[in-house]
């Protein structure tokens, strides 16, 4: 089945530096990799996401990248600031549907100010 | 807004008990799941449903079952609950037209 590899697990940036966080997955059928945000005690929420046939998507501060052939893509996050430190999961489908999700262990991101 | 409703934020059992952790969605999705979340490891899958009594496996389903009698319900169920399902258990839905999932709130279960 799926395998999704997630690194660093923790990242300690200054407020306006950049943070990037990697992921590897196993199955080349997968075809959708999100990226979730968990603030402490709440929910995971979608950040951003990109499909197998798109290489790079940007949402402002945000971007995501993607190499099909290495099986590997990447969150970058620009500018940071405190409201981003939270923990980062990646995640990659695991059927063709694109609906169920294998995550990655998660990146706990603290940014100083 | 888009609901997904889990029935208890914490719960308290016994080891060897039965237990259901019920989830409800109001927004007429067909795909609902279980994640378990536990530190350093993230979520893992548990099970899934993709329409009405239909199921599958997710990555660790071992000591768990499901049940999907109606569309808007997912439960959950620890047939004999140990110490190592204590957990943060989340529940998720998505229409299948649209793969972001709308988590609930969590269901943090100890089990003693």
């Known amino acids: 089945g799926e395998n999704v590899e997630q690194h660093p697990s923790t990242l300690s940036v200054q407020e306006g530096d950049s943070a990037v966080i990697k992921c590897t997955y196993s199955d080349s059928a997968s075809n959708y990799f999100p990226w979730y945000k968990q603030e402490l005690g709440k929910r995971p929420q979608l950040i951003i996401d990109i499909r197998s046939n798109v290489g790079e998507k940007k949402d402002q501060r945000i971007a995501v990248t993607l190499n099909k052939t290495a099986k590997h893509f990447s969150l970058h996050i620009t500018e940071t600031q405190p409201e981003d430190s939270a923990v980062y999961f990646c995640?990659?489908?695991?059927?063709?549907?694109?609906?169920?999700?294998?995550f990655g262990k998660g990146t706990t991101l603290s940014v100083s100010s | 807004d888009v609901k997904v409703t889990q029935s208890s934020r914490y719960l308290v059992k016994r080891t060897g008990e039965k237990v259901f952790l019920e989830c409800v969605q109001d927004m007429d999705h067909e795909n609902m799941f279980w994640y378990r979340q536990d530190p350093g490891l993230g979520l893992r899958l548990i099970y899934f449903?993709?329409?009405?009594?239909?199921?599958e496996k997710g990555d660790i389903p071992e000591g768990y079952s499901v049940s999907r009698e109606k569309k808007e319900r997912f439960s959950l169920i620890l047939e004999s609950a140990s110490t190592n399902q204590t957990s943060m258990y989340l529940c998720?839905?998505?229409?299948?037209?649209?793969?972001?999932?709308?988590f609930g709130s969590g269901t943090q279960l100890s089990v003693l």
């Open positions: 995640a990659a489908s695991i059927n063709q549907a694109g609906t169920a999700l294998i």
């Open positions: 449903s993709y329409d009405v009594k239909m199921k």
């Open positions: 998720a839905s998505n229409p299948p037209t649209n793969e972001k999932l709308f």
